[in-house]
């Protein structure tokens, strides 16, 4: 299942502090379009500014960017200021899966005008966008389908999970064929854990924990330590079992980074996805924008039906702001303004992947996180790192370079179903204990989780 907490309405729930989860079928969406699939909607506009490419806009947005004498964009006001000087909350929404959502506590003005559900539109990083039309297109009503039977589909991403770990799995399991509890058992369980990548810290703290359990627990059977085992790494992990929040800030704003390859892009569309499925709007900076085909790549992302007929029904929307060939923190200042000014739920930037090594790119991400600040004064609420589970230790090393340049606020850890080994949460829980918001375990939409300590302590295991 796949989870996140959005917030409970100021009616129903005073308290900031309130949130409901919205939790996710693995077999997504019930609905589906009556019409062809709508596709991509193409440049109808010439570009407004020199480099940027297929324009499609619905809705002004406002010219957006003053900039200092350092050529950084000049502060904005804050939600609460806009929101303060703004008209009322727009009405509740309810969510599918029979989840009440409700308007952010801080609510922007309503979209100006609102795109048929699901349909991905791109907007250019604008200097001048080209004026709304006057009517929005004409709303195709969806007809219910039956939601197709899933197949057992959280067995299947959970067996995904272990088959992806069962290099690990395997060898750690093998220690527990032994007759009985001796040192043998506990120095082979060391190597086990070491080569898992767990690392020294987190390997000596598990054995530490499990010698003590299998003490008060007084078990004599090799099999019976496995399954405190499995306790004693549920527990260490469980610092990194957290929800991602929606709906604290309008919008809340979402930096996304990490090395080349990561999975940053195909995450994003993954979580874009199941947030449209809430009815979210989204709105994507795609500041790698010397990628030639980044904003296709989330927009293909953002509008895949995956093979289910899927297509977002109700309120929920996506929209992406690239130039290409622009400046990244530009561009992402500039879908923070836009993101504010439309009234979205959610603002996403996907940015160029780089080496923590790379000390002028690291530079660069800096600066992007300093301008959402100014854009948005209580932004970047989520600052959010995307790495490969298949690179072992140095999983724990860009954790930890990442996290020293930028303070990142939560993981997504992907390829899980590969040849991962695993153990590395078990460092980073021990020296970086960072969220983990969300595991990857496959190239499909439902391969987005919400990470478990017990569940992924269980599938280290099997
Ligand atoms: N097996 C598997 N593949 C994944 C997973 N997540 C992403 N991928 C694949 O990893 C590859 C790279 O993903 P991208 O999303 O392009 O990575 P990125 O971090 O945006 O890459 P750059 O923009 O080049 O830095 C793609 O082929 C994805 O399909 C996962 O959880 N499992």
Redesign the pocket.
């Known amino acids: 299942m796949f989870s996140f907490f959005k917030k409970k309405p100021a009616t129903e729930a005073e308290s900031a502090s309130v949130f409901t989860e919205v939790a996710f079928a693995d077999a997504l969406p019930k609905v589906a379009p009556t019409g062809p699939e709508r596709p991509l909607q193409e440049a109808s506009t010439p570009p407004s500014a020199p480099g940027a490419t297929g324009v499609q806009t619905q809705v002004p947005v406002p010219e957006l960017t003053q900039r200092d004498g350092a050529g950084e964009p000049l502060a904005q006001p804050s939600c609460d200021q806009v929101a303060a000087s703004e008209g009322p909350a727009a009405p509740p929404v309810t969510l599918p899966l029979g989840v009440e959502s409700l308007p952010p506590a801080v609510s922007g003005p309503a979209p100006i005008a609102m795109t048929p559900p699901a349909s991905v539109a791109l907007v250019t990083s604008m200097e001048e966008p080209p004026p709304a039309p006057a009517t929005p297109p004409p709303m195709v009503p969806p007809s219910i389908h039956p939601a197709p039977k899933p197949e057992t589909p959280r067995a299947g991403w959970l067996a995904r999970l272990s088959a992806g770990l069962r290099k690990t799995g395997s060898s750690l399991a093998g220690v527990f064929s032994r007759t009985k509890i001796d040192d043998a058992l506990y120095e082979e369980l060391e190597e086990a854990l070491l080569m898992a990548d767990a690392g020294v810290k987190a390997t000596e703290q598990l054995l530490d924990d499990l010698k003590r359990r299998v003490r008060e627990a007084r078990v004599t059977e090799p099999q019976a330590v496995k399954a405190l085992l499995v306790d004693a790494i549920a527990e260490l992990l469980r610092p990194l079992e957290r929800p991602l929040e929606i709906g604290r800030h309008a919008p809340t704003v979402m930096m996304v980074v990490?090395?080349?390859?990561?999975?940053?892009?195909?995450?994003i569309g993954k979580l874009t996805r199941h947030l449209l499925e809430a009815e979210q709007k989204v709105l994507m900076a795609a500041a790698?924008t010397f990628?030639a085909a980044a904003r296709e790549?989330l927009a293909v992302w953002a509008q895949r039906a995956d093979g289910s007929g899927v297509q977002a029904a109700g309120a929920g929307w996506v929209d992406i702001v690239s130039q290409q060939g622009g400046d990244p923190a530009a561009v992402t200042f500039d879908a923070v303004v836009a993101g504010k000014a439309r009234g979205c739920d959610v603002v996403i930037a996907?940015t160029?992947?780089r080496l923590p090594t790379q000390l002028h790119l690291m530079e660069e991400l800096k600066k992007i996180k300093r301008v959402i600040t100014k854009a948005q004064l209580d932004a970047p609420h989520e600052v959010l790192l995307?790495v490969d589970g298949n690179t072992g230790q140095n999983a724990l090393t860009q954790v930890k370079a990442f996290d020293d340049a930028l303070q990142l606020t939560g993981l997504i850890v992907?390829?899980?179903?590969?040849t991962a080994k695993g153990g590395v949460l078990a460092a980073i829980a021990r020296e970086r204990p960072i969220p983990v918001y969300f595991i990857?375990?496959?190239?499909k939409l439902e391969?987005l989780q919400t990470f478990s300590a017990r569940e992924f302590a269980q599938a280290l295991l099997s």
């Open positions: 990490g090395v080349n390859g990561a999975g940053k892009t195909t995450s790698d990628r790549q996907d160029a992947g995307v992907t390829k899980l179903d590969g990857g375990v496959g190239e391969d």
